[in-house]
């Protein structure tokens, strides 16, 4: 029994949940002499994946603040293996909540993972949401390097709109975002 556990936590680790595979899917009832499901089969073969560069992303507004805000945060990869997808999970649903000060409500955000020469990836609003995994990225370099690629430009830009934040009470608002590489 303590096998399978360990192996489900290294499975669940390694990232298995890849863009490039399908989930099983079974049938949703019955049919008429026959039914037919599938199941994927992964070996992830000492795959090592490791993000760094990440920063907080904070903004100070004022009274006189106006417009969009937009901010970054490297998010570089070094792995073994060239390409990797990426899943972002918002604990509020991507929303900057509410905390301190007379503050109250919400504002909602957008992230976009994006790098040089890959298509943008968007989660919030109508677009993918927390946990969703997407993309296919290039890796910043090998295991050890520990430098983000200046011509890769990768980063997760925070956008947050003007008629989101005005009129709101003063305060601080806030969510954590949770960034999770997978090797694919």
């Known amino acids: 029994m303590e096998f399978k556990k360990v192996a489900v936590a290294l499975a669940l680790s390694a990232g298995l949940a890849s863009s490039g595979l399908q989930a099983a899917d079974n049938p949703t009832g019955p049919t008429a002499n026959s039914s037919t499901g599938n199941f994927d089969i992964v070996l992830r073969n000492d795959v090592q994946v490791k993000l760094f560069g990440l920063d907080d992303v904070t903004f100070d507004t004022d009274s006189g603040t106006t417009g969009d805000l937009s901010g970054s945060t490297p998010s570089c990869v070094d792995s073994n293996v060239e390409r990797y997808e990426v899943s972002l999970v918002s604990s509020n649903d991507f929303k900057l909540i509410a905390g301190s000060g007379p503050a109250s409500g919400d504002i909602p955000y957008l992230l976009t993972y994006s790098q040089n020469l890959a298509t943008d990836q968007i989660w919030g609003d109508s677009n993918l949401s927390s946990g969703d995994a997407a993309g296919d990225f290039a890796r910043d370099g090998t295991i050890g390097g520990d430098t983000c690629s200046v011509a ?7 956008d947050i709109l003007e008629s989101d934040y005005t009129g709101k009470d003063v305060g601080v608002y806030s ?4 960034v999770v590489v997978s090797a694919i």
């Open 152 to 158: 890769l430009d990768s980063k997760i830009t925070v």
């Open 175 to 178: 969510d954590t975002v949770t």
